[in-house]
């Protein structure tokens, strides 16, 4: 039957109808080639020459010879992380599949095991059907499977051409180059998403958007089947955005999958097809895009409740320790940000990743001096430049990488814990060692830091306890302000429970806190007041009393207020 | 450190057995005279490397420095104020490095192998290679006898590197070296001003080198244009045997001591034991690599 209307239309010559004509004519075949072809969500096996003649993606198509790509209970721990529990997902061809879910839901570690960067402990991705057994992100991409990263991947030092070469050309390491050739494939690679850009200007001079042009030609060249896009239009305005969009309608007429990760639902609900929802690395629903709307998303992506495991105190607040006023810098990107901390009050600093509330911190600290807007420490303004005027202000910072910013290595534990105060425990530049080493202890011992005494190295003690060095450091100095990143990520659960308690102390003696979290559960247990950032600008401050989850993703993905879905 | 001074303990227990002259105190007293000039010159490569930096150009501001102790000497300038102006002279050749890789932010091993060739030929072209002769009696020895002259040169060595180990022990600054060359993220983060970190070590660099080519002219009547060529790498190399990491953060004076005195007695010991000198660079050259070698290993093992 349908080999016949094939033959059919093949005498009609179907290479000159319209997308329309093709589109009634697919319609019709499905129903007469699929016995169930009323039911939705069935998938009609059209002919590859009739899906090569639609050009636009108002026409939908799919294969039913099989999934495109399928990752089948996924399980993959780090250390004692889960960081996927039995996740399954799939994708069609010609088919945009969202993934959503808040920070750390398992969407990241998910893209590595379907590139193949990551070996899962258990479960299996099929390509076409045909299991995927190695963890070569490299063999993905000449299979078909390529990724574009929020940061594009390139080499700056190298020409267009060049970027696009090193990962489609193929051949050992002696082969010889045929610039031409190479220029000339880069070219068309270029011009096949409608892009402008000379395949011999150097990548690091290209714009963001036209770097990420680039990932995306990159992958052409390879022949993608399945397109893996994370966060593409973080950096990119909306005209851009527009274009991306084009080529994605471009490349699923071509028969590609495509998953599409992002945190701006208005965008999903335009492109996709199917929205997936993860949370804490499980797969919590599969639908239809056109059957969610973005509230029902933010609940599927929040859903927890948030058990009330974390110790907070009821302190109370004193006056106003820290102002910030209109404080803006463009260098970190941010936005005329104001609000107030009281002493023994902490306030949670809530937002997506790129948000802007390391740069927030980093701008009150003084690494990235703010432009315009005050800063004022127990009512009185303070002009922050550097990380010293913000010191001797009273502000203390844990930065999030405590690894590599925190403790230095080479130095004995006492003298990483006094790091920063090193002018307090010297007399005319002269070290007291005493002093030091009596502080050190006190330190080691209140926080239960694991070493061999103050005077082993940092770099001998385990992570955990480097960051309480870290923090040590920090604490020592007595700030008024702290500035917490992350405070409890990467650390066991015992650790955290003791870092809340501290927390908790430190609040009661009237330091005011900052505590800047990914985590939705310890933002809602552990702050007096929520400042929800978005896009560099605070999207608003909620009590805690009226805070959710639900009302800080909201605010968090710019959805709280209708005038600005615009 | 300890595995070092065994190694050398038993080095010099081979020599004590094969070349008992070695020992005698005229000859040490000898080598431990010609050698002082180069061990302050790695004092300040010390402090550079230990901040993460390095400097190549100490041999030509040997030079320059030397051109300069003799030049103001011959002026007739009092030997305090020749040494006072010829730190001072080494400490502006040093804060050129500073104002460079601090500042400007160019890598130092760039920056001062700029500043090596450029204070090299701008020398070569000033003086037209010729020796600076005529210093007045009070210069050679700071006109002493040849004997006290070895003693206060060894004495002023022995203070300066006194104030320097106990500097870094005990000073803040100190401890902002460390800090600096072992994590410049993290020391900017603890508020230490990273780069007046970076400056302060070239300038205290070049000072230290001024003054150590102060101590070398005077042992003579008169002064080469052309001293202090290959004094970077012994410099560097007496600081890494020592036991520096050269990436920063990990480097004390006592190693460099050690260091120092060990390719000090690297050509004499030859002539004791009767092996062509020619070998001395060869030897040196293994010693370092061994050293390296050796910290890396451990490194591993640990």
């Known amino acids: ?46 002919p590859d020459q009739l899906k090569l003649c639609a ?47 808040e920070n750390g839901a398992g969407k990241s570690t998910l893209i590595k095991v379907l590139t193949g960067a990551v070996q899962p402990d258990a479960g299996e991705v099929r390509l076409e059907s045909k299991p995927l057994s190695h963890n070569n992100p ?48 880069a070219q068309e690679l270029i011009e096949a998403i409608g892009a402008e ?92 895009a056109n059957t969610v709307d973005p509230r029902t998303l933010i609940q599927l992506m929040v859903g927890r409740d948030v058990a009330s495991v974390f110790p907070k105190r009821a302190v109370p607040l004193g006056n106003t320790i820290l102002r910030v006023s209109g404080l803006t810098c463009a260098a970190a990107r941010v936005k005329d940000v104001s609000f107030e901390v009281r ?21 009150l600290f003084g690494l990235t001096p703010a432009d315009s807007g005050a800063i004022e420490v127990n009512g009185q303004t303070k002009s922050i430049r550097n990380p010293e005027d913000a010191i001797s202000a ?61 005077d082993a190295a940092a770099s001998s003690l385990s992570g955990g306890n480097q960051q309480k060095v870290a923090i040590a450091r920090w604490l020592a100095a007595g700030p008024r302000v702290l500035i917490l990143d992350e405070p409890t990520q990467g650390i066991d659960v015992g650790a955290k429970g003791e870092c809340h308690r501290i927390m908790g102390d430190l609040a009661e003696r009237g330091v005011a806190i900052l505590m800047i979290s990914s985590e939705l559960a310890e933002i809602l247990g552990m702050s007096d007041r929520i400042a929800v950032m978005r896009n560099g600008s605070l999207a608003g401050i909620l009590d805690r009393s009226e805070a959710s989850a639900e009302s800080i993703l909201a605010l968090a993905l710019g959805q709280a207020c209708p005038e600005q879905a615009a | 450190m300890k595995q070092r001074v065994i190694a050398i303990a038993i080095f010099w227990l081979f020599l004590a057995i094969r070349a008992p002259r070695f020992f005698e105190a005229g000859n040490l007293r000898d080598i431990a005279v010609a050698n002082a000039p180069d ?37 007739g300038a009092p030997l305090p104020l020749v040494a006072l102006l010829t730190a001072v002279a080494g400490g502006l050749l040093g804060a050129v490095n500073g104002i460079v890789v601090a500042a400007l932010g160019v890598p130092s091993i760039v920056a001062t192998l700029a500043a090596m060739a450029f204070w ?35 004495a002023l060595t022995a203070i300066l590197f006194a104030v320097f180990l106990w500097s870094m022990r005990r000073l803040q600054a100190g401890r902002a070296v460390y800090a600096v060359g072992s994590q410049r993220e993290s020391a900017r983060l603890a508020g230490i001003p990273v780069q007046w970190i970076s400056f302060g070590v070239f300038v205290l660099a070049g000072a230290l080198t001024g003054i150590g080519a102060l101590l070398d002219s005077v042992r003579f009547s008169q002064i080469q244009s052309n001293s202090g060529t290959g004094l970077e790498l012994k410099a560097i190399s007496a600081v890494v045997i020592g036991g520096a990491s050269i990436t920063g953060g990990k480097g004390t004076l006592w190693g460099t001591l050690l260091g120092a005195a060990v390719l000090a007695a690297i050509a004499p010991s030859l002539t004791f034991l009767g092996v062509n000198a020619f070998w001395e660079k060869a030897i040196q050259g293994a010693i370092i690599l061994s050293a390296v070698a050796f910290e890396k290993v451990s490194a591993r093992a640990r």
């Not at chain 1, 002493?343 to 701008?363: M, S």
């Not at chain 1, 203390?396 to 990483?416: F, I, T």
């Not at chain 2, 051109?67 to 000497?73: H, P």
């Open chain 2, 120 to 154: 090299r030929e701008s020398l070569r072209w000033y003086t037209q290679g010729a020796w600076v002769q005529g210093l007045p009696p009070t210069f050679q020895w700071m006109g002493f006898s040849q004997r006290t002259g070895e003693i206060a040169i060894l």
């Open chain 1, 55 to 101: 050009g636009s993606h108002d026409v939908r198509f799919g294969y039913d010879t099989g999934l495109l790509l399928e990752a089948i209970g996924i399980e993959k721990r780090y250390g004692g992380v889960r960081a996927l529990k039995h996740v399954s997902f799939d994708l069609q061809h010609g088919e945009v599949h969202a993934l959503v879910g």
């Open chain 1, 197 to 288: 850009i000379d395949p011999d200007r150097i990548a690091g001079t290209l714009s963001m958007p036209e770097q990420q042009l680039i990932e995306i030609a990159k992958a052409l060249g390879g022949n993608v089947k399945a397109l893996i896009l994370d966060e593409p239009t973080a950096s990119l305005t909306e005209r851009e955005t527009e274009r991306l969009f084009e080529i994605i309608a471009r490349l699923r007429t071509r028969g590609a999958g495509i998953v599409y990760i992002s945190h701006r639902l208005e965008e999903i609900g335009r492109i996709a097809d199917r929205i997936t929802v993860l949370r804490d690395g499980e797969t919590i629903d599969t639908r239809a």
């Open chain 1, 138 to 185: 490299h063999l993905s991409r000449q299979m078909g499977i390529a990724a574009i990263y929020q940061q594009p991947a390139i080499f700056p030092e190298l020409s267009v051409a060049e970027n696009i070469a090193l990962v489609n050309e193929s051949g050992g390491l002696f082969r010889r180059v045929k610039w031409s050739e190479r220029r000339k494939k």
């Open chain 2, 39 to 75: 061990l302050i010159v790695a004092i300040g490569m010390t402090l550079v490397i230990v901040a993460g930096e390095i400097d190549v150009s100490v041999g030509s501001q040997f030079a320059v420095a030397s051109v300069v102790a003799g030049t103001l000497a011959k002026f």
């Open chain 1, 343 to 363: 002493a023994g009050e902490i306030l949670g600093v809530a937002g997506l990743v790129g948000a802007g509330r390391t740069q927030l911190a980093e701008t």
């Open chain 1, 394 to 454: 009273g502000i203390a910072y844990v930065p999030e990488d405590r690894r590599r910013h925190g403790v230095v290595g080479n130095l004995p534990v006492r003298a990483n814990a006094t790091l920063g105060i090193l002018k307090r425990i010297s007399r005319a530049g002269l070290l007291r060692e005493n002093e030091e080493r009596n502080l050190a202890a006190d330190w080691v011992n209140r926080l239960g830091i694991k070493t061999d005494g103050v």
């Open chain 1, 1 to 46: 039957m349908l080999g016949e209307t094939l033959r059919a239309l093949r005498s009609l010559g179907i290479g000159q109808m319209t997308n329309r004509q093709i589109a009634f004519i697919a319609e019709k075949l499905a129903a007469v080639a699929s016995p169930r072809g009323e039911e939705s969500g069935k998938r009609w096996r059209i």
